[in-house]
């Protein structure tokens, strides 16, 4: 059986994500995301994912200090971020950063403890290639603050005020992991050949960086610009629908009703005070963009995805567009952490197949 992007086969069993599509909903480990953005923190749906359920309060603590002794960098990865020249972008810097934690300890079983380090580095891996890109001084990583408040220090130089780490944790908790997607799946592969998690997490990231995937927010920055006013809004999407381009921040391979995540975000953008004109227009377009996608493209079910209040909650917390991709790997590579190791617990190694449909040669006699 042939399926074009392997829509709709079933490559593994999971314990760790529910994408149910039809319905619009998303639990991690049984939990609706809706309860663990209310209830839960970050660390503590980290520890969920990894482990399979709550912390207690102890755990809770071995979790949120092994990120803090974490977010020292090991000197030859701080090296080789400094090395590189600021052409180099954010995810490529990323990638290199973390194949550049493998040793000895990695190529062993993957463990929540290598995990939690690889966690703890990315946000630190973006901050530095981001300030050296700027030219600007590399912040020290400060201990009373939380993972996320800390990314926020360490890229900025200012504390961050509670409303916008706020913004910032809603937006990585409804991100940290989502099934069989295309990053997490190249993850599961590579660490299917029994290689290590850094290769693992290499690869997810590669993964990421393209458009139809990690790339799609900072997208949305450039769709909303380009229409700039309500009026605007049907010319730009007729004549993109014309060209045959897609709508960056709709559609989804699993959801064919509204993105639950999408759905939290936009109700979280409304309610933060500073409502402005950008996010009036945001609102205003997106419902007339479904109505022209339901006109052009009948029958697809295409809806608003996370990438599209993504880039919204990231323009209200003032987050430059280069950092939008990478902020989203430095939630999903907790998912990829929990799928690496649950591939490794059962392991298949995933070999498809494929059907030659190329030129054959003339038969040597
Ligand atoms: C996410 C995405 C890759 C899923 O794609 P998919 O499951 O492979 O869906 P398909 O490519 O088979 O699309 C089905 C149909 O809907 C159309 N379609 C899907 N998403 C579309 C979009 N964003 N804009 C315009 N048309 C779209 C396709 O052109 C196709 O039309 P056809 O049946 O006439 O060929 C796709 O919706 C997309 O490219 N979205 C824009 C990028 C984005 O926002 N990515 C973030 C995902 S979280």
Redesign the pocket.
Known sequence: MFQK?L?DVVAVHTKIADVIGEKGELQYRGVQVGQLVTQYSFEQILYLLLNGQRPNQEQLQEVQSALLQNRTLPQHVQAIIDALPSEVSLMDAMRTGISAFCDRDFVRKTSNEQAIQLIAALPVIVARHYRNQQGLELIEPDANLNHTANYLWMLTGVSPTEVHVEALETYLKLTMEHGL?ASTFAGRVTISTESDLTAAITSAIGTMKG??????PA??IDLLNEIGSPENIQPVIEE??RR???????????YKTE?PRSVILRDKCLSMSGRDAWLDLATTAEKEIIRL?DK??PG?K?YT????YAAAIMRSIDMPTELFTPTFSVARIVGWAAHAIEQQQDNTIFRPQSVYVGAFSEKSC
């Open positions: 992007g829509k997607n458009p139809l995937h990690g790339g799609a997208g949305v993109k629908m045959g381009e897609r709508i960056m921040g709709f559609g989804h391979r699993v993105d996608l052009h493209k697809r295409l995805n996370v990438e599209y």
